[in-house]
């Protein structure tokens, strides 16, 4: 089953916004200022609101970590100070959003694996709020108290939450209409169908011995999906047998 794309809105209207949490703010845009998310945020198809966090820590030293609680290493972003920050970009949101409008995630290894069907969610709201952590991530009772998605871009751990961000933000943002300029491109990717994309040939015809397979040469139009069809099934039955599990159930209940 194909994932519905976000509707068609005019430039400005209701266009799609991320609120960024962070203490390196000069980290953003960074790539989503160039190429087609760049385009698209000069021509105001989504926006882009980056908040330092610092800027609501109240000591001359502008801290906001701690000691962790029962002793260990590292630093703790304290709650007072990230709880003031969340409730600050908040009161920014339309009057009336709601956190199922406009949801609250939290960049953490131990969220929720993002996945595309989450990307396609996440592009039909109004908007997303980013936090990046640092450190040894946040107090829990931030977690706790302000209705806050766990979201895990996968097994690994990074130095922060901002190149995180990056890349979940760029996932939605080309689904954004008008990002990107041929809608059927985003229909036939990866994972949009539940399975890998077939694989992709361009000139010249040959290459150090190898040909581009005859059939997508052929003109006929009908071989040609079918080819590709075989193709998505048979490389993710090989490279991704849980996404070929599931494929499977759901092709068997449609």
């Given at each position: 089953?194909?994932?519905?794309?976000?509707?068609?809105?005019?430039?400005?209207?209701?266009?799609?916004?991320?609120?960024?949490?962070?203490?390196?703010?000069?980290?953003?845009?960074?790539?989503?200022?160039?190429?087609?998310?760049?385009?698209?945020?000069?021509?105001?198809?989504?926006?882009?609101?980056?908040?330092?966090?610092?800027?609501?820590?109240?000591?001359?030293?502008?801290?906001?970590?701690?000691?962790?609680?029962?002793?260990?290493?590292?630093?703790?972003?304290?709650?007072?100070?990230?709880?003031?920050?969340?409730?600050?970009?908040?009161?920014?949101?339309?009057?009336?959003?709601?956190?199922?409008?406009?949801?609250?995630?939290?960049?953490?290894p131990r969220g929720r694996k993002l996945d595309?069907?989450?990307?396609?969610?996440?592009?039909?709201?109004?908007?997303?709020?980013?936090?990046?952590?640092?450190?040894?991530?946040?107090?829990?009772?931030?977690?706790?108290?302000?209705?806050?998605?766990?979201?895990?871009?996968?097994?690994?751990?990074?130095?922060?939450?901002?190149?995180?961000?990056?890349?979940?933000?760029?996932?939605?943002?080309?689904?954004?209409?008008?990002?990107?300029?041929?809608?059927?491109?985003?229909?036939?990717?990866?994972?949009?169908?539940?399975?890998?994309?077939?694989?992709?040939?361009?000139?010249?015809?040959?290459?150090?011995?190898?040909?581009?397979?005859?059939?997508?040469?052929?003109?006929?139009?009908?071989?040609?999906?079918?080819?590709?069809?075989?193709?998505?099934?048979?490389?993710?039955?090989?490279?991704?047998?849980?996404?070929?599990?599931?494929?499977?159930?759901?092709?068997?209940?449609?």
């Amino acid at each position: 089953m194909l994932l519905k794309l976000r509707k068609q809105t005019k430039k400005g209207e209701d266009m799609w916004q991320a609120q960024i949490l962070t203490l390196f703010p000069e980290m953003f845009p960074g790539p989503l200022g160039l190429s087609l998310a760049g385009k698209a945020l000069d021509k105001k198809l989504w926006a882009m609101d980056v908040i330092e966090i610092r800027d609501h820590a109240h000591d001359k030293h502008r801290s906001v970590d701690g000691t962790p609680a029962g002793g260990g290493p590292g630093m703790v972003m304290r709650a007072d100070i990230m709880g003031r920050a969340i409730d600050a970009v908040k009161s920014k949101r339309p009057v009336g959003v709601t956190d199922e409008d406009w949801p609250l995630i939290y960049l953490s290894p131990r969220g929720r694996k993002l996945d595309q069907k989450m990307v396609h969610d996440f592009a039909g709201k109004k908007g997303i709020t980013l936090i990046c952590g640092r450190f040894e991530g946040l107090d829990e009772r931030v977690l706790e108290k302000r209705n806050v998605m766990e979201v895990s871009l996968g097994d690994f751990v990074l130095s922060g939450g901002e190149v995180a961000a990056l890349m979940l933000m760029d996932a939605v943002v080309r689904l954004i209409p008008g990002v990107i300029g041929e809608p059927e491109t985003l229909a036939e990717e990866s994972f949009t169908s539940g399975l890998l994309e077939y694989p992709q040939y361009t000139r010249p015809q040959e290459w150090e011995g190898l040909e581009i397979p005859d059939v997508l040469l052929s003109g006929h139009h009908e071989k040609i999906r079918k080819w590709r069809q075989e193709s998505s099934e048979n490389l993710t039955k090989e490279r991704r047998p849980d996404l070929w599990k599931e494929y499977s159930h759901n092709k068997s209940d449609d």
